[in-house]
DNA sequence: AATATTTGACGTATATTTGCGTCAAATAAA
DNA sequence: TTTATTTGACGCAAATATACGTCAAATATT
């Protein structure tokens, strides 16, 4: 009975929702940084850099990849993690947007 | 054993998170938009405007209360809804860092 | 005073998220 | 070929989120 609501609201809001929700972790945050930083992709295990284990960084990698903001190609062992630049610049539009509309200049509580 | 591993994160890393949860839901992103565009407080029943329960968009509104974007002052048996203008210039601070640090121009794939 | 409206608090049921252990497939190294 | 490494898939348990019904307090209205 909880959620399958979600497809009652504008596409538009819907695909902003979920968008944050895809953000809406601190370890997903922290390895879109860390792979935005690194200015290029990462061979090995970005769970190092986190305070949680292999599985469940690999939990959030893999929603990460579903939202279409990195992708991983298989090099060997090893794979590659890479920021998604289409998905990138797709969320940043989305972003920059919302911030936009949520214009509280002249916004006035009388 | 779900979570309780956020305040292992970097501080800067959770409020970012913090804030993309709160907005994670569709009835939260139109609450947020649909007060900005009234450009004033609103006084009656906002669930109006979704398609939910008023019940769910009272606890929407909560926790859109309890993060600081907005604001509900009791007038008379109504209750006033505002954005806070705090919280919001917080978050858009918050999202604008956000999507200046996911620079992706010179990101290169070897 | 009695009644109606409005809204938050509380409880409940279901769905989803989070975190992780274990296993299996794939490649590299011995 | 045998042995490590690496990583995704699968499944589990606990925590949260979602959606809503019901109730009670507070203020208006009659």
């Not at 295990?45 to 292999?54: A, F, K, M, Q, V």
């Not at 469940?56 to 579903?66: A, D, P, R, S, Y």
């Not at 903001?69 to 993690?81: D, P, Q, S």
């Amino acid at each position: 009975m909880a959620q399958a609501k979600s497809e009652l609201f504008k596409e538009e809001l819907s695909v902003t929702a979920r968008y944050f929700k895809a953000l809406a972790h601190p370890a997903r945050v922290q390895i879109l940084q860390f792979l935005a930083k690194s200015k290029s992709c990462i061979t090995g295990d970005i769970s190092d850099e986190l305070p949680l284990g292999r599985t469940t960084v690999n939990q959030h990698i893999k929603e990460l990849k579903k939202i279409g903001l990195i992708t991983g190609h298989i090099e060997g062992v090893k794979t590659k993690y890479c920021l998604d630049p289409k998905g990138v610049t797709e969320l940043k539009k989305v972003l920059q947007l919302f911030i936009e509309e949520l214009d509280v200049k002249d916004y006035c509580c009388d």
